[in-house]
């Protein structure tokens, strides 16, 4: 979209939620800096008026800020020309029943902007496109439907003449599909299925590629037992990004539904998968899938930060991903190829690795232990000591790629757990979830649940970690003042060098913060801005109210500490010099 293209470029603003479209959260804002970072005080405030899980950040573009909450989904526009004054607000009316069909607290991800329009995807799946300066509805349009388990949480992204749409809903067996609207009038301009016919997941039998091979016909229905793959899951509910170059969107699919694995043998294609799509008419150019028969809720869907690098000498197009199930993978992102594949959690132990032998029958697929597998011989099976638990060695929370010093900036979880899966069966809308889950630090971290680390992705290596009391649940931002933001479940803003990870900075802000590190410039003057309300999946137990331990999913006992530093309510902190 050429705007927001002319927009992004803009340093001083933060016009996309992800920093630009390779979703590398990088700004090259040098005012605040290692040096002076120490020095930072709170310039303003604003609170949100809710009080659950605050994901995602505001946006800036032009003199305007745009502020969103969890439901009910608020948007406002503030005036920073104007102390903040509030210039618009929008409240959108949606039934609270969509609440409980939403798995992992009431979060949004954020709204995006493109030809003078922010775009807000509600809780219950309606895209709204509003006039930036005024708040009017230029259009409206219903995505899913929360009474079979469709709800959304993501932000969306805009992308030349469409904006692309993606929906959450697989604990309750939704089938997953990214959906593009034409972004003068909201009409349907593709839909692509993660599973099924040909025709539904937009695959071209001879050309689009999985590691090298044509996938072949009916790729999307033969790994799956009879129609289980109508109700598979594979939903799109993480971050999108986009080469402009080679024309082609990135995201990932997550687990494949049920959780017990037992009730739906095969590979269960295209759960947990890579997709790389045109995004004029949605046919995939290439897939990668990581964890073929998920048996542990390893959805697939975090970011894919693109960069350009050297490697062997060669300069490379690459894509990195940090998977919930500990790899760290990056691939050529114009082929697909897979370059390395490397866990970025020593803690992980369910796979011994993926085989990286383009010769072998199991050229891309991890080894599983059977020690932690939760299945054996299509039988269900109680398994202990799994690393990393269902949420993953890292969730949505996205990393950060600085290119001066060539290193990802990753949140980490370091978490394990105990699976048992169960026989469950499908009724619309109830959840389809089929395992009971207990989850735990990781056994050699003396009870630190996270990390914030810094990742050569070329080496696959950790270059330096920093141990935090919970998992790292805020996305990280990188600056060209060699500084690296992020925040903390006990509320903690901090910044570190982004050579050494020495802590440079830390103001505790009013609530756990699950949000993004977001930057810009006004007058002037460098601004760092986050948005703090505990929440999302590790911070259920308090927004939901939740005390069982092994409710929210298996969350609740895992962060039950959480309480003892933190509570409810919404509100962003913007810092400055
Ligand atoms: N959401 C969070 C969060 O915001 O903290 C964490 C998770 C979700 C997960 O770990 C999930 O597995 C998950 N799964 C789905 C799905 O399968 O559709 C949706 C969501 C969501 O929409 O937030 C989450």
């Known amino acids: 979209n050429d705007d927001l293209t002319t927009q992004i470029a803009n340093p001083a603003q933060w016009a996309i939620q992800t920093g630009d479209y390779a979703n590398q959260r990088f700004s090259q804002l040098d005012q605040i800096n290692a040096e002076n970072v120490g020095d930072l005080q709170v310039a303003w405030t604003f609170s949100t008026g809710v009080l659950r899980g605050h994901e995602g950040s505001p946006l800036v573009v032009g003199d305007t800020m745009y502020v969103h909450t969890p439901f009910p989904n608020i948007v406002y526009a503030l005036d920073l020309a104007n102390e903040g004054k509030i210039k618009w607000k929008y409240e959108p009316k ?7 069909v939403m798995c992992c607290d009431t979060v949004n991800r954020g709204v995006a902007y493109a030809d003078g329009k922010i775009f807000l995807h509600q809780a219950d799946t309606t895209v709204v496109a509003l006039d930036a300066n005024t708040g009017e509805v230029a259009w409206s349009v219903k995505n899913g439907d929360p009474a079979i388990g469709e709800t959304n949480t993501a932000t969306v992204m805009p992308v030349k003449d469409k904006v692309i749409v993606g929906i959450s809903g697989g604990e309750f067996g939704v089938r997953g599909s990214v959906t ?6 909201g009409s349907l301009a593709w839909r692509a299925y993660s599973m099924g016919p040909d025709s539904d997941i937009l695959f071209d039998p001879e050309n689009t590629t999985h590691l090298g091979q044509p996938v072949g016909a009916d790729s999307g229905t033969n790994t799956w ?6 109700i598979g899951g594979g939903t799109t509910w993480g971050w999108y990004s986009y080469d402009p170059e080679a024309d082609l969107i990135y995201y990932g699919s997550g687990n494949p539904s049920t959780w017990n694995p037992s009730q739906r043998p095969g590979d269960n294609r295209w759960s947990m998968t890579i997709f790389a799509r045109d995004p004029d008419d949605g046919m995939a150019k290439w897939v990668y899938q990581m964890t073929p028969h998920d048996e542990w809720d390893y959805d697939g869907i975090n970011e894919m930060i693109l960069t350009d690098q050297d490697v ?11 998977d919930r199930n500990g790899l760290g993978y990056t691939l050529d992102r114009l082929t697909g190829e897979l370059i390395t594949a490397e ?6 132990n369910w796979t011994s690795g993926v085989d990286m032998d383009p010769a072998s029958p199991t050229y891309g697929r ?11 011989n299509g039988e269900d099976v109680n398994s202990t000591g799994i690393c990393p638990a269902a949420l993953g060695s890292k969730d949505q929370q996205p990393a950060s790629y600085s290119p001066e010093t060539q290193l990802f900036y990753v949140p980490t979880n370091h978490v394990c757990m105990d699976y048992e899966p169960f026989r469950v069966s499908y009724t619309a809308g109830q959840p389809y979830v089929g395992a009971t889950l207990a989850m735990y630090p990781a056994p050699d971290s003396h009870g630190g649940m996270g990390n914030f680390i810094a990742w050569d992705n070329i080496a696959g290596e950790i270059r330096w970690s920093i141990p935090e009391q919970f998992s790292v649940w805020s996305g990280a931002l990188a600056t060209a003042g060699d500084v690296v933001f992020y925040g903390t479940l006990e509320g903690y803003l901090k910044a570190v060098s982004a050579e050494t990870g020495e802590e440079l900075y830390r103001f505790k802000t009013p609530s756990g913060i699950i949000g993004n590190v977001m930057t810009y410039e006004h007058g002037g003057k460098q601004y760092i801005g986050i948005l703090s309300g505990v929440g999302g999946w590790a911070g259920i137990g308090l927004a939901a109210g939740l005390t069982n331990p092994n409710d929210g999913l298996g969350a609740v006992g895992g962060y039950s500490a959480l309480s003892d530093y933190t509570a409810l ?9």
Do not use: C
């Open 312 to 322: 062997d000498g060669a300069p490379r197009k690459l894509l990195t991903h940090f």
């Open 225 to 230: 037992e009879g129609d289980q793959w109508m």
């Open 569 to 577: 309510g919404g509100q962003l902190t913007v810092f400055a010099l």
């Open 180 to 185: 593009a609207y034409n972004i003068a009038d």
């Open 366 to 376: 991890p080894a599983v232990l059977a020690q932690y597998s939760t299945e054996q």
């Open 343 to 348: 866990k970025y959690d020593p803690a992980v």
């Open 94 to 100: 949606q039934d609270p029943d969509v609440i409980p």
